[in-house]
């Protein structure tokens, strides 16, 4: 069953993904995936990297003009100032996406986040969409709130009738957890 987190831009996100990692880690509940996390260079944003959560690292945006030739920069999508780094994050992020053939426990999924970057990748999303169909896939993935134009993938997994969804605010954030954790823990049951 899957769990979304519904956030705004600066709440913690990571943080709070991370966090909800080490207490499932905790209980002995097995998790796989990748977050998300800035890249800062003189105290000013430069990029997002995709981290797995067995430590793997690989580029998924920077600021354009990073010292790549344009050539390189014209053929890459763009979200605001920054070019996607389609190859890498699909060579980073797709394998721990995958479902393993375990017998026993299954790995909750972790997914931070499916956004606009991340969906240039038709792989992503249809392993977002096959994962998210599977009946034996516990998914906490993040989404983010509209600006602007809805992101149709995620519009569909916010609407999602078996889903439990979490808005998460600077107000809330730190007291949420525990009931995030065991959400995971229910679902994983069923």
Do not use: W
Not at 23 to 45: D, P
Not at 95 to 108: I, Q
Not at 138 to 167: C, H, M, N, S, W
């Amino acid at each position: 069953m899957p769990l979304f987190f519904v956030l705004s831009q600066g709440v913690g996100k990571t943080t709070l993904v991370q966090k909800v990692c080490a207490a499932l880690k905790e209980n002995h509940i097995l998790t796989q995936g990748f977050y998300t996390e800035e890249v800062r260079s003189g105290g000013r944003r430069t990029g997002f990297d995709v981290v797995t959560l067995s430590g793997n690292r690989g580029p998924l945006a920077r600021v354009s003009g990073g010292g790549q030739p344009q050539e390189t920069q014209r053929h890459e999508p763009r979200v605001g100032q920054y070019s996607v780094k389609l190859q890498a994050f699909e060579q980073t992020a797709l394998p721990v996406l995958k479902f393993p053939n375990l017998a026993g426990e299954k790995p909750v999924m972790v997914i931070d986040e499916i956004g606009k970057m991340e969906m240039f990748s038709g792989t992503f999303t249809q392993t977002v969409r096959t994962l998210i169909a599977r009946e034996d896939a516990t998914v906490l993935a993040t989404i983010p709130i509209a600006k602007g134009q809805p992101l149709p993938l995620v519009e569909e997994l916010r609407t999602k009738k078996d889903a439990y969804v979490f808005t998460i605010s600077k107000e809330n954030r730190n007291s949420i957890l525990s009931e995030i954790a065991a959400a995971v823990q229910l679902s994983i049951k069923t």
